[in-house]
């Protein structure tokens, strides 16, 4: 029984949203339509359950001093000054909730986003090392698609920018639908093993 | 003198008023002439539930444009109803209040200010729901196709078949990575992506977090699993449960170290950058759907030593993956891996199920590329590649 329910509930629940792709006709399309509706509220519920979960966790770490709490502090802090900044003055544009996160939450997120650049110079050292023909080769279409798009490329020699358009539209995008292809049958496996209960250890067993 | 200049002046006063532009003086209702409604088309809207009729339309141009338009819909027994009063530059309209199977008929006036009301030709129309979306056949054909050869491999496999699945070097190193964290003493991190549980490639994760729980839970491994959706931490908060739970270990079920940071991507780049750092974790799972911050993700853990694993069908993700993780699982190879892990035969021949079917579409997809390459100068191959692009082709 502890498997049956959400067994059967996952079964219902995935065949309506296959016949509502499937078929416009009613009952299907109010019953997906409904279905969608309802994981926006449980989803939109949870949120509770995260602001719930993330102060437990930092208040344990500050009340047991655990390792590094002295940042858990900061933590609650922060989500205490945006709640009630939102809960007073709304969220509109001019509003101390729009202030803190235009100046804070943007630039810290615009700080963790130019990271990528040092971290893409780091990786491509790394990757572009011709160790073997087949890094060889990474290296050489690389360095090929990297000059094709700057105009000294043009300027060595007008055939590299159409070197890089067939990179980029040949290999790379046969490589990419290949790549689709696979991954869209994997979701209809996925799926129809989860639908029909083939795929069960998300409910803790197979039995 | 004044008898002989009296016709003069009457005849120039009508000269004059001839000579006049409309709508310069003189009578006012005369002046305007507003375009009319013309290609009025009424047709019921294909593939939906029923209730609505389409119409369109062009002005012809050969008046003014008109302030407004009235929409009037008649139905057989007399009954008039205006549907609505839209701006004088439209040229389309959907009736929701139709009922299927009544004939309507639909006459669109043009209204201006002084202007006399223009009517349109009249058009009759009725709405009908669908019971199948003609422009998603060709994808229920693919659906049954790829369904039946899976359940025919699970059936096979359940009569005792045993079918060789080639090995994915990096589902093969999961038990390594546990036990180096184990032998390490330090903990093992699974971060399942950005996006929420309607994302099918999040689920395939919680399925893989499932087992790799099993495992941590059989060595004694701590297991951190910071999400970024609230719905997710509940989810892997029960899946891990299940798991200590089913390896007999549910006093070291940590319900705390499945935890929430935030909703804000880069926040929770620099949430888990920021645990990395601290717990120095000695194996790293990147499994679900991640864009930019997937390689912040990926360098920080090679930075602190940790031996990675990382999988996702984002295909513009996946150079990143390669080039900063130890293995990388690509596109399919996510779905696969729960069935690799676990070795049940059924799982296993729904894989192989799955291989089968993408070899069907294989040589579909040959054919459709010669087809379509002979076609250029043969007709009757033409023929066919257009057939298989209907086959493929989604509305």
């Not at chain 1, 979701?187 to 129809?192: D, G, I, K, P, Y």
């Not at chain 2, 001839?18 to 002439?33: F, I, K, L, S, Y």
């Not at chain 2, 009736?95 to 309507?104: I, K, L, P, R, V």
């Not at chain 2, 893989?208 to 999400?227: H, N, Q």
Request: net charge neutral; aromatic share 10%; glycine share 10%.
């Amino acid at each position: 029984m502890r498997l049956v329910i959400p067994l059967s509930i996952t079964l219902i629940t995935g065949l309506i949203m296959i016949l509502n792709y499937f078929v416009p006709h009613e009952p299907f399309r109010f019953l997906g339509d409904n279905l969608q509706e309802w994981y926006m509220i449980v989803a939109s519920a949870a949120i509770f359950l995260g602001t719930i979960n993330l102060v437990q966790v930092h208040v344990r770490k500050i009340r047991l001093k655990l390792t590094n709490w002295r940042y858990s502090p900061v933590t609650l802090v922060g989500l205490v000054i945006m709640l009630v900044t939102g809960l007073i003055y709304g969220v509109v544009e001019g509003a101390p909730f729009d202030f803190l996160f235009q100046s804070m939450v943007v630039p810290m997120g615009a700080t963790m986003f130019s990271l990528l650049a040092f971290f893409v110079a780091s990786a491509a050292f790394r990757a572009f090392r011709a160790s073997n023909w087949r890094a060889t080769l990474l290296l050489t279409s690389a360095f090929l698609v990297m000059l094709g798009q700057v105009p000294i490329g043009s300027m060595l020699w007008d055939k590299i920018p159409l070197a890089k358009v067939w990179l980029m539209a040949i290999p790379n995008t046969a490589g990419q639908r290949a790549v689709m292809i696979g991954a869209a049958m994997g979701v209809v496996a996925t799926s129809l093993r989860m639908i029909f209960g083939i795929e069960r250890s998300y409910l803790g067993g197979s039995d | 003198m004044g008898r002989a200049t009296l016709p003069l002046v009457i005849l120039l006063m009508a000269c004059a008023a001839a000579a006049q532009p409309p709508g310069t003086g003189g009578r006012e209702d005369a002046a305007v002439r507003l375009s009319r409604v013309g290609q009025l088309v009424a047709e019921d809207v294909p593939n939906d539930a029923g209730g609505v009729i389409a119409l369109g339309w062009v002005l012809d141009g050969e008046g003014a444009l008109p302030d407004s338009l009235r929409v009037v819909r008649r139905t057989a027994d007399g009954n008039e109803t205006v549907l609505a009063m839209l701006s004088g530059g439209s040229t389309s309209f959907d009736d929701t209040t139709a009922s299927d199977g009544t004939e309507y008929s639909y006459v669109i006036v043009s209204l201006g200010t002084g202007a006399d009301p223009v009517f349109s030709g009249e058009v009759t129309a009725s709405s009908s729901a669908q019971w199948l979306h003609s422009g998603r056949i060709g994808m229920l054909v693919i659906l049954a196709i790829l369904s039946f050869f899976i359940f025919w491999f699970i059936e096979t496999s359940r009569r005792g078949r045993q079918f060789y699945i080639r090995e994915i070097a990096g589902l093969a190193s999961v038990e390594d990575a546990v036990g180096r964290a184990t032998e390490m003493g330090k903990p093992v991190l699974y971060i399942p992506g950005i996006m929420d549980m309607d994302d099918i490639q999040t689920i395939a994760s919680m399925v893989i977090l499932g087992r790799v729980a099993l495992k941590t839970a059989e060595y004694g491994s701590p297991l951190l699993v910071p999400t970024c959706r609230s719905v997710v931490m509940s989810v892997a908060q029960e899946v891990v449960r299940e798991s200590y739970m089913q390896a007999g270990r549910p006093d070291t079920f940590r319900r705390e170290d499945i935890q929430y940071l935030t909703d804000d991507q880069f926040g929770y780049a620099a949430g888990v950058d920021g645990i990395m750092v601290r717990e120095k974790p000695a194996a790293i799972f990147l499994l679900g759907t991640f864009y930019a911050e997937s390689l912040i993700l990926a360098e920080t853990g090679r930075g602190i030593g940790a031996i990675q694993i990382a999988g996702t069908a984002m295909p513009s993700q996946i150079p990143f993956f390669v080039a900063a993780c130890d293995y990388t699982l690509i596109g399919e190879e996510l779905y696969a891996a729960s069935a690799y892990l676990s070795k049940e035969p059924k799982l296993l021949g729904s894989l192989k199920g799955q291989d089968a079917a993408k070899l069907f579409f294989i040589v579909l997809i040959v054919i459709g590329v010669l087809a379509a390459t002979v076609g250029g100068f043969w007709a009757p191959m033409r023929g066919v590649a257009d057939f298989l692009r209907s086959l493929v082709a989604v509305s």
